[in-house]
């Protein structure tokens, strides 16, 4: 069953009508992927160049908090090294967002633990 958008506060619906950096990409630098324990998964794919993120998409089936989360992680991280990125929080994510529901946090939580392991998934690899 789709899920209600209307049951979403309106900041939130603004950010789901237009998920910036949504997709998934087929030959990016480094790549993760994360279940949350409510099932929602979250992709995220980065192309790296001179520790730089120059391109960044996320996917996910989840529900609308988990997909504005990760495209509000995506455009945190676009453009910013490797390190910057890594010190993005998910209390960053929610203001960037002005505000989730409380019982959708952790989608914050989700989408930023799955940037983090495609940056480690990139310094791993070099
Ligand atoms: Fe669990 Fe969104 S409801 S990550």
């Known amino acids: 069953m ?10 939130i619906i603004k950010f789901a009508k237009d998920p910036k950096h949504f997709g998934r990409m087929t030959d990016p ?5 994360i279940k949350g324990p409510c099932g929602d998964e979250m ?19 989840g529900c ?3 997909v504005v989360c990760g495209s509000a992680v995506a455009q945190l991280a676009s453009g910013r090294s490797v390190d ?3 010190g993005i ?4 994510v929610i203001d960037m967002l ?7 946090c952790h989608c914050s939580i989700l989408a930023v633990s799955t940037l983090h392991r495609a940056i480690a998934d990139y310094l791993l690899k070099k």
């Open 98 to 104: 002005n505000g989730l529901p409380e019982d959708r």
């Open 43 to 61: 992709e995220v794919y980065l192309v790296i160049s001179d520790r730089v993120i120059k391109n960044i998409k996320f996917y996910t089936k």
């Open 84 to 86: 910057e990125a890594l």
């Open 2 to 11: 789709e899920e209600d958008l209307t049951s979403y506060p309106e900041n």
């Open 89 to 92: 929080s998910p209390k960053q």
């Open 64 to 66: 609308i908090a988990t």
């Open 29 to 33: 630098t480094s790549a993760a992927c």
